[in-house]
């Protein structure tokens, strides 16, 4: 289990700017071109991992979406168990699991200390997501959902599952317990109240978030310079609304576009089957399109998943689990089915194909297949390299045609002036100093999503500062190098080959990603 100690973390900042340290005494002109992306990728990943635990997140650490009470039940049912050594290996992790609760509930107390504290939204959602996963049977316990190695028996699997029964009923729901009062009884009286969400309200605010747009855009940008970004993404926007709605919807009024979009009982789901089988279909139109458009396939396949129902309330609509690095399980596109009349018929295919494929699963699961490349590359996440990719292949499906119709386009401007109101609300709460309840009224007043995706994705930015800002950033930052080598290469532009080269060395900083389109452009 991971070490969340202040001790842990000041180690691990002094082995990842050790390692920055070193690759940056290489001298570049001595090493090939892909040792030198070797090189700017390890000092990126080292200084940016280093800045983030100097921000001491863990002090301040709760959320009800990302918190890693959360994570440990999603990871839970993914565990490899080929051989029986790995069973073995489990119950040892499971025994870990209460040592780093109470580590956590430790560095939430240094951070009250110093007057830095959670958001009281964050606080009260977790706490009452750690009161339903309490108040659950045992049996359907997601730490009980582990697959067994093949070789059990019946009788070392029955007796193998009864060990881990136990210790979730001795180790892990106390753990649960211990964390969730603690919340409630310690952290929750001191947490920020909503209108002071963001970090810009605590005593490093501003280099806390600094950190975080270097973080997750990997560019030398400020707050504002990203906030007027958005502004001016959002103003773009409306004439697509406008040019698509009165096509579409018979009305070029923005708000009553959004309103539509919205509200109408028409372009909402009726069942949980719906939703399964909208994604099931777009994931295999995609995967009949790629050959077209890409030259490198990835040889892991992607299957759809439902979110585990004890998080589905206080999830995202989906997200995405890249497969295991040993072929022993596939991506999965996890997607939301709970309270299915809420969830958009017209989103349905922009979110597939930006979560499996063309978007995340094409672009981690070819990383992870990079045999020529360090094994470190392959596994990277790079926000605005992965974020921006994503974003950037909801559009690409367009011209790949794969949306189903009009309506469907409405998806695509609905996702994009989504992403485009993060650059807005994100900067405007951690470094402006907005009010939640302000992110939640932008939102609503310049993009069509549902009140209730509203209201998570707003705690999202809150409990994850600067990660919201990768995604447009990204995007635009692969458009413009795409246009640029379009403009440069005249007929000789092949976009397979722009798409190899940009997903053919795995995650890079977007600088670095400049370089290699321009390298390609000139060879």
């Given at each position: ?205 501003s280099e806390v978030y600094e950190r975080a747009i270097a973080r997750h855009t990997t560019l030398p940008m400020t707050a504002m310079e990203v906030h007027r970004i958005g ?149 990277a996440w790079i926000t605005a390299y992965g974020e921006g990719w994503g974003l950037y292949s909801e559009r690409l499906s367009d011209e790949m045609g794969m949306y189903s ?119």
């Amino acid at each position: 289990m991971e070490d969340l100690t202040r001790a842990g973390e000041d180690a691990a900042i002094g082995t990842l700017e050790a390692f920055a340290d070193e690759a940056e005494a290489f001298d570049p002109g001595t090493l090939t071109a892909d040792e030198s992306v070797t090189r700017s990728v390890l000092i990126h990943e080292a200084r940016a991992q280093a800045g983030e635990l100097w921000s001491r997140y863990q002090e301040i650490a709760v959320s009800s979406v990302m918190g890693f009470h959360v994570n440990l039940q999603s990871a839970a049912p993914q565990f490899p168990m080929v051989e029986p050594d790995h069973a073995e290996a489990l119950v040892d992790k499971y025994r870990a699991i209460g040592g780093m609760f109470d580590d956590a509930i430790k560095r939430l107390r240094q951070g009250i200390a110093r007057d830095r504290t959670p958001p009281a939204v964050a606080v009260e959602r977790t706490i009452e997501q750690l009161d339903g996963y309490l108040a659950s049977p045992i049996e359907g316990d997601l730490f009980l959902g582990v697959r067994s190695p093949e070789a059990f028996d019946e009788a070392a699997e029955t007796a193998w599952r009864e060990r881990l029964a136990d210790l979730v009923t001795s180790e892990v729901r106390p753990a649960y317990q211990r964390y969730r009062d603690a919340l409630a009884d310690e952290v929750l009286e001191k947490s920020r109240p909503q209108e002071k969400s963001g970090v810009v309200w605590l005593p490093d605010g501003s280099e806390v978030y600094e950190r975080a747009i270097a973080r997750h855009t990997t560019l030398p940008m400020t707050a504002m310079e990203v906030h007027r970004i958005g502004l001016t993404a959002i103003e773009s926007l409306a004439e697509e609304y406008r040019e698509l709605g009165g096509r579409v919807l018979g009305t070029t009024d923005l708000q009553e576009i959004f309103s539509r979009l919205r509200n109408d009982p028409e372009l909402r789901f009726k069942d949980s089957d719906s939703v399964r089988a909208q994604a099931q279909r777009a994931l295999d139109r995609a995967k009949e399109a790629i050959p077209n458009w890409f030259g490198r396939l990835p040889k892991a396949d992607c299957v759809v998943v439902d979110i585990p129902e004890v998080a589905a309330k206080d999830s995202t609509i989906a997200y995405y689990l890249q497969p295991a690095a040993d072929g022993t399980r596939p991506g999965s596109y996890y997607i939301n089915v709970s309270e299915p009349t809420t969830r958009t018929r017209f989103e349905a295919e922009v979110l597939a194909f930006h979560e499996s494929i063309p978007g995340h699963h094409l672009q981690i699961a070819i990383a992870q297949e990079l045999e020529e490349v360090p094994k470190f590359r392959r596994h990277a996440w790079i926000t605005a390299y992965g974020e921006g990719w994503g974003l950037y292949s909801e559009r690409l499906s367009d011209e790949m045609g794969m949306y189903s119709g009009d309506i469907d386009r409405l998806g695509v401007l609905s996702f994009d002036s989504w992403r485009a109101c993060r650059l807005v609300v994100d900067t405007g709460m951690h470094a402006l100093g907005w009010r939640r309840q302000e992110a939640i009224d932008y939102l609503m007043e310049n993009s069509p999503q549902a009140p209730n995706n509203i209201v998570n994705e707003v705690d999202r930015y809150i409990a994850w500062p600067g990660q919201a800002l990768a995604y447009k950033i990204g995007q635009q930052e692969i458009v413009r190098l795409r246009e640029s080598a379009q403009s440069s290469m005249g007929p000789r532009f092949d976009i397979k080959g722009f798409h190899d080269i940009v997903l053919g060395s795995g995650p890079v900083p977007l600088p670095v990603l400049g370089d290699l389109v321009e390298r390609w452009i000139a060879s």
